[in-house]
């Protein structure tokens, strides 16, 4: 009977998982980065301004993809969380090329 009751439990939790694990690359910035960056990618929110965010523009003009990669993964200081062990490699890498793309 235990087992069950543990089934659905277990189907739940893998596929709520799934669904973080699908979301796409604008989906995780509008959750994860847009309180900062900003939707857009100025950096003109109340904690952007607060942190003296740049803009998307300006950031993606002076560090290559690598190097955005690494900080989203590692984090940066004490205001840039590290989400390496929240989001596999693709994701950071389409995060990266998203927020990119916001420049243009």
Known sequence: ???????????LLTSTGIAFAQ???KDIYLDKCAVCHGPDGT?????????????????AAKMKAEEMIKIVTDGKGTDMDAFGK??????V???VEYYRGLAK
């Open 1 to 11: 009977m235990k087992n069950l009751l543990l089934l659905p439990t277990m189907m």
């Open 23 to 25: 979301k796409d690359a």
């Open 43 to 59: 950096g003109n929110t109340a904690k952007g301004r607060k942190l003296k965010m740049k803009g998307v523009k300006e950031t």
């Open 86 to 91: 929240e989001l596999g490699k693709a994701q």
């Open 93 to 95: 890498t389409a995060l």
